[in-house]
């Protein structure tokens, strides 16, 4: 079964302080991809950051980081120095080959970031 | 801009009426989709088409209906047999199928209510 689970439903915290959002994936595949997607107030999801199986490399990119272990299946999405733009419902996702064309989602965390 | 368009924004439908979202991509994506989500809630996917001429129904099928004539178009009927429209629709689109690893991206959503 192909599943995403995101523990945390909400989250806040005070502006600067830095916050890491969970992701715990299952499948049985052993080539996927695994995505992070920003979903502002105004609705649009906004792709973040790709992720394949076989690449555990963790990834930076400004103030955001990603923690890829397969050991326990995490996908762990950090921002540092927050800040009140970074406010807004973050998902979790996976594709593989068993997911077919489907991505498969998690239910989201709310980040609210206060000033 | 490359992207994707959807239209309109925010429409107001009337029970027993039948509405159509419209869907455009100007990415040369072969793959589109669409997906409803419901406030608080996750996404769902309705229907995707991964090329002209050929869709397929998602988890939620029922009360919507979409045709795949042009590769950039892909629209949206919610239907008088859709129980309960009122919903965030977004539209999406990937490259290819996404079991192979392709990214999907996301338009700005439509919102619809039923008065």
């Known amino acids: 079964a192909q599943k995403v689970t995101q523990a945390q439903t909400e989250i806040s915290v005070v502006e600067k302080e830095d916050v890491t959002l969970d992701c715990v994936y299952e499948?049985?595949?052993?080539?996927?991809?695994l995505f992070w997607y920003k979903q502002p107030p105004s609705g649009e999801l906004v792709f973040l950051i790709r992720?394949?199986?076989?690449?555990?490399q963790n990834e930076i990119s400004g103030r955001y980081s990603w923690n890829f272990q397969k050991s326990t299946s995490s996908f762990n999405f950090t921002i540092t120095a927050s800040q009140v733009v970074d406010s807004a419902v973050y998902f979790c996702?996976?594709?593989?080959?068993?997911?077919?064309?489907?991505?498969?989602f998690g239910s989201g965390t709310r980040l609210s970031i206060r000033p | 801009d490359g992207g994707i368009t959807q239209s309109p924004k925010y429409l107001f439908r009337k029970e027993g009426q039948n509405v159509t979202l419209s869907c455009e991509q100007n990415?040369?994506?072969?793959?589109m989709y669409w997906y409803r989500q419901d406030p608080g809630q996750g996404l769902r996917l309705i229907y995707y088409?991964?090329?002209?001429?050929?869709?397929q129904k998602g988890d939620i099928a029922e009360g919507y209906s979409v045709s795949r004539e042009k590769k950039e178009s892909f629209p949206l009927t919610v239907t008088s047999a859709q129980k309960n429209p009122t919903a965030f629709y977004l539209c999406?689109?990937?490259?290819?199928?996404?079991?192979?690893?392709?990214?999907?991206?996301f338009g700005e959503g439509s919102w619809l209510t039923v008065v």
């Open positions: 499948t049985r595949d052993t080539t996927y991809y």
């Open positions: 999406a689109s990937s490259p290819d199928r996404l079991q192979t690893g392709n990214t999907i991206y």
């Open positions: 990415l040369n994506h072969d793959a």
């Open positions: 992720r394949n199986s076989f690449d555990e």
């Open positions: 088409s991964q090329i002209v001429n050929d869709f």
């Open positions: 996702a996976l594709t593989s080959y068993s997911s077919a064309s489907k991505i498969i």
